[in-house]
């Protein structure tokens, strides 16, 4: 029963007859089991490093023998299965993730209800492509850990799936979503139905105008133009009304435009080159009566 002789057994075993180290392990219970384990993962003898960090329940450790140095994560899913803590599936997750089984990875940072490595997960499953998996994990991290890249991952994620009606009910809930660079990056990305519901919900008007063009509804475009009022916007909207020969709606923009006179000759020059004389003609005579018509 003496601990020092039991080390000694074992060591001596490890170093001169490594086949008998697993006997000693199950029939001896007085050695220093974190030091032997050690001791034989220096010595590669690693399935009885395991059986040692199983026996006394050193879970975390034993699941890390099995990942690390026998290299099997299907036995790892398995002894997490069994022992079913945390800490061993959050071990157990991100050797998955590590390992680009991203499914199994969620599947087990969900067990774990673990959302520490979120900027590991939002990158890996971004990368692949794997938008309905990261919305079940962060739907759990927004539950546990308030930051606004989980919920703007989150938004997006809802986008790139077309789930518009979740988008949508995170938008009407309370939120530390940055709605702007998420609408931005629906809009770079060209997910407009979902753009235009991010702008919608922060009211600005000019980036909704601009996505609404996109989509093909001109009128709600320069009903969104009025209410920006800002020359960028107007010149868009017209442009995209005289491409596809909306001509009251484009008359309706170039008119907030003729009255600068350094849009003047741009705007003529835009119809003109299409052979739209008729229409640049109406929309000078119409602009002659404004208020704020100039001499040009």
Known sequence: ENSNLQNLLILTAVKADPSRVSDYIERLGNYDAPDIAQICINNELYEE?????????????????????????????????????PEVWSRL??????GLRIKDAIDSYIRAGDPDNYEDVINVASRAGKFDDLIRFLAMARQKVR?????????YAYAETERLSDLDDMLRGPNIAQIQVVGDKCYESGKFEAAKLLYQSISNWAR??????????????????????STKVWKEVNAACIAEEE??????????????????????????????????????????????????
Do not use: W
């Not at 997750?93 to 590590?98: F, R």
């Not at 923009?253 to 009255?259: D, E, F, I, S």
């Open 49 to 85: 490093a395991f059986n040692i960090y199983k026996r006394y329940e050193v879970n975390v450790e034993a699941i890390g023998v099995l990942i690390d140095n026998i290299g099997s994560l299907d036995r790892a899913y398995e002894f997490a299965e069994r022992c079913d803590q």
């Open 147 to 155: 930051e606004p890249v989980i919920e703007n991952e989150l938004l």
């Open 208 to 229: 909704l105008a601009s996505t609404l063009v996109r989509l093909g509804n001109y009128q709600h475009a320069v009903d969104c133009a009025r209410k920006a009022n």
């Open 247 to 296: 001509f009251r709606l484009a008359q309706i923009c170039g008119l907030h435009l003729v009255v600068h006179a350094e849009e003047l000759p741009g705007l003529i020059r835009t119809y003109e080159s299409k052979g739209y004389v008729d229409q640049i003609c109406s929309l000078l005579e119409n602009g002659l009566s404004l208020e704020r018509a100039h001499m040009g």
């Open 93 to 98: 997750a991100k050797a998955q993730l590590d």
